[in-house]
């Protein structure tokens, strides 16, 4: 099946500062999500981007499907940006699957 | 606004009890899945459904069963829960195998 990996695994940021995270997918793909989980464990959408940019306030995303990655930015880090940031893309043996990258964990300090 | 509401936050059940973890959309949407997240394993697929009264196993379906007897349900069944058990259960849906994915908030599923 499709590998995904997701970089850095652990990231501590000052408040105020700008990141970029990476997910990486080992082969091509026609969807990527984006994800949020909170502290509470709720996974919150993010974006749905199979390629090019999107923007939503403070976080940008771009997929290059062709060379198989995907970057999230975070921009200006509050404390509430903090959690655990997971791409997802659907599984080439069959559509309804998804597998998940293993994870961004993100703690933003005031 | 998108919704997927799953029945419980947390739930402390005893070692051996029949457990039932409900998840219900707002939004049409055929598919519906359901995973648990557990440290330094990830995310990873237990059962899902397609249509109703159709499921199709996932990577960790034993020990589970499923339900989907109404379009906008999809039912998590542990027959006799167990320890191993304790996990955090995550449910979705999707309007078809492409689409968008949109999760519950979790249920924290204590075994003891």
């Known amino acids: 099946g499709i590998q995904v990996e997701q970089s850095p695994p652990d990231l501590i940021l000052q408040e105020g500062a700008n990141s970029t995270l990476r997910c990486n997918f080992s082969?091509?793909?026609?969807?990527l999500q984006w994800f949020h989980q909170n502290p509470w464990g709720q996974l919150i959408n993010l974006f749905y981007?199979?390629?090019g940019t999107k923007q939503n306030g403070r976080l940008s995303a771009t997929t290059v499907a062709t060379e198989r990655y995907s970057l999230l930015y975070i921009s200006s880090s509050q404390t509430t940006d903090s959690g655990v940031y997971f791409c997802?893309?659907?599984?080439?043996?069959?559509?309804?699957?998804?597998?998940f990258g293993t994870g961004t964990k993100l703690q933003v300090i005031p | 606004d998108v919704k997927v509401t799953q029945s419980s936050r947390y739930l402390v059940k005893r070692t051996g009890e029949k457990v039932f973890l409900e998840c219900v959309q707002d939004?049409?949407?055929?598919?519906m899945f359901w995973y648990r997240q557990d440290p330094g394993l990830g995310l990873r697929l237990i059962y899902f459904?397609?249509?109703?009264?159709?499921?199709e196993k996932g990577d960790i379906p034993e020990g589970y069963s499923v339900s989907r007897e109404k379009k906008e349900r999809f039912s998590l069944i542990l027959e006799s829960a167990s320890t191993n058990q304790t996990s955090m259960y995550l449910c979705?849906?999707?309007?078809?195998?492409?689409?968008?994915?949109?999760f519950g908030q979790g249920t924290r599923l204590t075994v003891v």
């Open positions: 459904s397609y249509d109703v009264k159709m499921k």
């Open positions: 939004m049409d949407h055929e598919n």
């Open positions: 997802a893309v659907p599984n080439s043996g069959g559509y309804q699957k998804v597998t």
């Open positions: 981007i199979p390629s």
């Open positions: 979705a849906s999707s309007l078809d195998g492409l689409d968008e994915a949109f």
């Open positions: 082969d091509s793909v026609n969807n």
